[in-house]
């Protein structure tokens, strides 16, 4: 038989007779599979493998424990031969064939009328692949279709409108650092199944121009002292949207819930009976100081981290050099911020490192000390988006060298994270 003489199609057996002719392993798997489709399955087969008595012991099957007669294709939908004996396969496939039935012959694909194709669900999609009569090949391309839909590189987004009582839902996405390849799984599935993303400025841009013609990207990004969209806006946004049976991703930078919004607009959307589903993203916190070789604990250094924002009071955070500080967003108050710490009694000399658009293809990595870090950082230009660290896991950096003990030693240090070679200028 040619692929070209297959005709793929779907059969809803929900409810109808059908029977499955043998009892070993490939039976069972074939009549869990119909049983999955709400067929109502005979097996008739003399001995029954564990996996089927199983089946037929809990109701769900009906097994006769005897050899195949003409008679027992009688009344069938569909007919699955499994005996492992090709006479008796044959003789089956015959019977099925003169009474107009459906069978698949599992002994002789070439002359099965029907074949059965290796599947796999993922979300409301079941995938079922024939690959010319060979099982091993259908299963590698299946699993292949399967962990691209999985993964968002295929498109899973429904077209047509689906009617449901609890109307749409809302995701809020952390997209991680800026990176696209930093997104997590789930993030990035559910990015592709959105009727709406409601995007921050941070995050990862790029995913945007792969989202289909018709999906809305509503911008509702901030920067610091300019939020265009308030926050009670952004929230009746993703109800509104939701509301109108739209899936909805709320896309935002590094993680949702660390020192973001998430918690405020999950809250908002359960108080107005949306459904809601929270997705952990790479927090720029720990990730962004990893892409400049920053480790925020590290041993012999520190064993403990705080992870703040610029606008907040740093009086209550460990003022050591062996607790690391982690700033987001710090760079507009960054003098006011090493004031204070001096204040609580951090050394002059502690070291610090900045780390400007994280992962992104124009990341930039500034090194220096406490007490001259704002002057150097403003005489280098420095700008969000940026996280600054705080304590002796800087001096962990490959952009800090030996002599970085020296009171007087800063550095700025252009640097792409796809490149292995870097320049180090001292002023």
Known sequence: MAIQDIYPTALRLLGRPVLVVGGGPVAARRAKGLLDAGARVTVVAPLASPALSELADAGLLT????????????????????????????????DAEAQRI???????????????????????????????????????LRDAVATALETGDLPLRRHRAVHSASGGSVALVGGGPGDAGLITVRGRRLLGQADVVVSDRLGPRELLSELAPDVRVIEVGKTPGHHPVPQSEINSILVAE???????????????YVLGRGGEEAEFCRQHGVEVEVVSGVTSAISVPAAAGIPVTHRGLAKGFSVVTGHEELSEVPARADHTIVLLMGVGQLRDSAASLAR??????TPVGIVENGYLPNQRVTIGRLGTIADQAEAAGVANPAVIVIGDVVRVSPFAPPHFKTADYSTTTPNSPRTTKTRILTP
Request: hydrophobic share 40%; glycine share 8%; with cysteine.
């Open 242 to 256: 939701a509301q109108q049976g739209h899936r909805v991703v709320r896309l935002k930078g590094g993680d949702p």
């Open 102 to 140: 459906w069978c698949v012959n599992a002994s002789d694909h070439e002359a099965s009328a029907a074949w059965t194709p290796a599947v796999a669900v993922v979300d409301d999609v079941k995938i079922a692949v024939n690959a010319g009569g060979d099982p091993r090949r259908a299963m590698a």
């Open 344 to 349: 609580a009694g951090l050394p002059a000399d």
């Open 63 to 94: 097994w006769e424990p005897r050899p195949y007669r003409t008679s027992d294709v009688d009344g069938a939908w569909f007919v699955q031969t499994a005996t492992g004996d090709s006479a008796v396969d044959a003789r089956v496939s015959a």
